[in-house]
């Protein structure tokens, strides 16, 4: 059942929201998890644009995917340079 004034573009869209951020938290590698996670992100920036939200889609596709798993990543590096 979706809520009213949801189309079913924008109900599926919410379902693939929801097994990716399942996805994300049930990953245990931390590679990973943090490919998920820029995964997430380029599916909230659809559901937002989705939602008639552009520029909000718009942040979420340049910090959610893209910088925000840069970030993640280079600390990933960081830390197993440091482990050795």
Known sequence: M???G?????AAILVLVAAGA??????????RQ???????????AVLFF????PDVALSQL?????????LFL???AKVRRQEE
């Open 22 to 31: 399942t996805a994300v938290v049930l990953m245990r590698q931390p590679s």
């Open 34 to 44: 943090v490919v998920l996670l820029s995964v997430y992100g380029l599916l909230l």
């Open 62 to 70: 340049t910090v959610g995917a893209v910088i925000l798993p840069i």
């Open 74 to 76: 280079l600390t990933l």
């Open 2 to 4: 979706t809520p009213p």
């Open 50 to 53: 989705a939602f008639q939200a």
């Open 6 to 10: 949801t189309t079913a573009l924008q």
